[in-house]
T-cell receptor, first 115, second 116 residues
Framework: KAGVTQTPRYLIKTRGQQVTLSCSPISGHRSVSWYQQTPGQGLQFLFEYFSETQRNKGNFPGRFSGRQFSNSRSEMNVSTLELGDSALYLC??????????????FGPGTRLTVT | QQQVKQSPQSLIVQKGGISIINCAYENTAFDYFPWYQQFPGKGPALLIA?????SEKKEGRFTISFNKSAKQFSLHIMDSQPGDSATYFC???????????????FGRGTQLTVWP
């Protein structure tokens, strides 16, 4: 079974621009979460989607948004990019029917560099 | 506020030795504790996980020990190999209201180096 795929793998943007990152979960997984990884802050939760609905949101400004499609694929968008948004953005998927396990499987990430 | 505290920050172990990484948490609502392994340029890979009703779980050379009363858990890597050299993250998860899966709170990571 193919793992979580994320595109693009690398991205360079300038301050003020916006960016859209894409995530395809493992086949059959319906939950998708996004995390930001930086050397300074470590791994931080951005948001979680299930059945095209945002179920949970981390402590990030409104410039960070996301959505999920009917096929469980997800996108996240960052508008008005700042230098501090440079990070590895990770998507994780889970089968996670209610009341069961929480195993989350991460993709390889998208490395975003803001100049 | 760091919900999960991980130590040490870095660890050097000789080949064949035991690597031990420790984590501590405060929030008793956490109900799932996974460990992830991350190689440079890759995403974190789920290694092993435990729930608080179990005190130990072993998978191959990897063992999680869990102490619910002390709110601590640790990863033991037996017979450590150079290929185990990576960054290891502990995490804790709980379901926020309305959430369908646990949000992961990660430790800051331990960089493990295994010398041949």
């Amino acid at each position: 079974k193919a793992g979580v795929t994320q595109t693009p793998r690398y991205l360079i943007k300038t301050r003020g621009q916006q960016v859209t990152l894409s995530c395809s979960p493992i086949s059959g997984h319906r939950s998708v979460s996004w995390y930001q990884q930086t050397p300074g802050q470590g791994l931080q939760f951005l948001f979680e989607y299930f059945s095209e609905t945002q179920r949970n949101k981390g402590n990030f400004p409104g410039r960070f948004s996301g959505r999920q499609f009917s096929n469980s694929r997800s996108e996240m968008n960052v508008s008005t990019l700042e230098l501090g948004d440079s990070a590895l953005y990770l998507c994780a998927s889970s089968f996670s029917p209610p009341g069961q396990s929480y195993e989350q499987y991460f993709g390889p990430g998208t490395r975003l560099t803001v100049t | 506020q760091q919900q999960v505290k991980q130590s040490p920050q870095s660890l050097i172990v000789q080949k064949g030795g035991i690597s031990i990484i420790n984590c501590a948490y405060e929030n008793t609502a956490f109900d799932y504790f996974p460990w992830y392994q991350q190689f440079p340029g890759k995403g974190p890979a789920l290694l092993i996980a435990i729930r608080p009703d179990v005190s130990e779980k072993k998978e191959g050379r990897f063992t999680i020990s869990f102490n619910k009363s002390a709110k601590q858990f640790s990863l033991h890597i037996m017979d450590s190999q150079p290929g185990d050299s990576a960054t290891y993250f502990c995490a804790a998860s709980m379901r926020d209201r309305g959430s369908t899966l646990g949000r992961l709170y990660f430790g800051r990571g331990t960089q493990l180096t295994v010398w041949p």
